[in-house]
C-alpha cells in the first residue's frame, strides 16, 4: 500500500522537476481514482471479516471488476455533470456495497434511492441555513434514519428490518460533546469521540423481523489481507456502513 501511494507522489514530483506540473496533476489524479475502488474493496473485505455476531462472521462478496467499473463510470458522470451526479453516484456505491454484505447465511439489501437522498440533502442544506445552523441536528437525525431504514436482512423468505431510534437531541449531546472533549483536551479526546459516535450509531439501531436468529449458519472466511484497510485510511475514507 505504501509503495501504491509512493509511486502517486513521485509521479506529480517528476512532471513538476520537468515543469508539466498539470501533466503530473492529471496523471496522479487519475491514479488515485484507480486506488480508490481497490481500496474501498480491500477494506470492505477485511473490515467484514473481522465483524461477527454472535459467533457468526461477517463477509463481503463484491466483485472487484465490478466496482473499478462503476467507479470509473460514476467519476465521469459527476465531472461531466459539474458534480451533481455525485449524490446518485454516492447512493449507488452504497447501496452496491452493503448488498454484497454476509452474516453468515444472511443477505444485508440496501435500496436506497438517489432522488429521495437529493431531496433530503436539499431541504437539510436549505432549512440549515435559514435557521442560522439550528435544524442541523434533525438534517443529520434525518440522513442517519434514510441511511438505517433502507437496509434490510434477508435469509429466504423471511427479512429483518433495520430501524432508527436516534432523535435530534440525540445528535445535539453527541455532536457538541465531541466537539468539547476534542477542543478542550487540544485533540487528545478523539479516540473517546470516535467511541462515543460508535456506540451511539451501534446504538440507535433496531432490528425487527422474523428470521430466526439461532438458525444462522456459519458460511464466510477468515480473511486476513489488510492492505486495502490500510490504503483506505490513508485516503481518510470512511466507512459507509
Do not use: C
Amino acid at each position: 500500500a505504501a509503495l501504491i501511494i509512493v509511486v502517486v507522489y513521485a509521479v506529480i514530483f517528476i512532471f513538476s522537476f520537468l515543469q508539466m506540473p498539470i501533466v503530473g496533476a492529471i496523471l496522479s489524479y487519475l491514479g488515485v481514482l484507480a486506488i480508490l475502488p481497490l481500496a474501498i474493496h480491500g477494506s470492505y473485505r477485511y473490515r467484514m471479516s473481522r465483524t461477527s455476531w454472535r459467533g457468526i462472521r461477517f463477509g463481503y462478496r463484491g466483485n472487484r471488476n465490478e466496482l473499478i467499473k462503476m467507479f470509473i463510470i460514476g467519476t465521469l458522470l459527476t465531472i461531466i455533470t459539474l458534480g451533481i451526479y455525485g449524490i446518485w453516484f454516492a447512493i449507488k456505491l452504497r447501496n452496491y456495497l452493503i448488498s454484497h454484505i454476509k452474516a453468515g447465511d444472511v443477505e444485508f439489501k440496501s435500496e436506497a434511492g438517489g432522488t429521495d437522498y437529493f431531496l433530503l440533502f436539499l431541504k437539510g442544506y436549505l432549512l440549515t441555513i435559514v435557521t442560522l445552523g439550528i435544524y442541523v441536528f434533525w438534517w443529520q437525525k434525518d440522513m442517519f434514519e434514510f441511511y438505517v431504514e433502507s437496509v434490510t436482512l434477508h435469509k429466504g423468505d423471511k427479512k429483518i428490518h433495520l430501524k432508527s431510534s436516534a432523535t435530534a437531541g440525540g445528535f445535539f449531546r453527541l455532536l457538541m460533546g465531541n466537539m468539547l472533549l476534542i477542543v478542550f483536551t487540544f485533540g487528545i479526546g478523539y479516540a473517546w469521540a470516535v467511541m462515543r459516535s460508535s456506540r451511539f450509531v451501534t446504538s440507535n439501531i433496531k432490528l425487527e423481523g422474523d428470521i430466526d436468529v439461532n438458525a444462522i449458519s456459519q458460511t464466510e472466511e477468515n480473511y486476513k489481507d489488510a492492505t486495502g484497510e490500510d490504503m483506505a485510511d490513508f485516503f481518510d475514507i470512511d466507512f459507509i456502513f
